[in-house]
Nanobody, 123 residues
Framework: QVQLVESGGRLVQAGGSLRLSCAVS????????MGWFRQAPGKEREFVAS????????YYADSVKGRFTISRDNVKKSVYLEMNSLKPEDTGVYYC????????????????WGQGTQVTVSL
């Protein structure tokens, strides 16, 4: 059974930092590209960042470039999202996803998803 479990979300003030984690089990982790997406109330799920199987390539949405860093630990079977200089518009439920295809920013490319973790950024 494949499981992706996100953690680390909470309420934080604007300008603050958070580190999200996603622990993965039930699949061969280093065969999968991993991505972080987020969904704000009333909006569609949007791409945040993705990382290649080996960790050698990463992609970011323009809105988070320079503020967020995605990383992975293939031994611990985990992927992380370091978020700095947080803004109220970063508020949403953050999901991690696993893709066996190409390194993509399309949510349809991700086969497995976690349940999400809530990030709320206040002024």
């Amino acid at each position: 059974q494949v499981q992706l479990v996100e953690s680390g979300g909470r309420l934080v003030q604007a300008g603050g930092s958070l580190r999200l984690s996603c622990a993965v089990s039930g699949l061969t982790f280093n065969n999968y590209n991993m991505g972080w997406f987020r969904q704000a109330p009333g909006k569609e799920r949007e791409f945040v960042a993705s990382i290649f199987r080996s960790g050698t390539s990463t992609y970011y949405a323009d809105s988070v470039k320079g503020r967020f860093t995605i990383s992975r630990d293939n031994v611990k079977k985990s992927v992380y999202l370091e978020m700095n200089s947080l803004k109220p518009e970063d508020t949403g439920v953050y999901y991690c996803g696993a893709s066996s295809g190409s390194l993509s920013r399309r949510s349809s490319e991700y086969r497995y998803w976690g349940q999400g973790t809530q990030v709320t950024v206040s002024l």
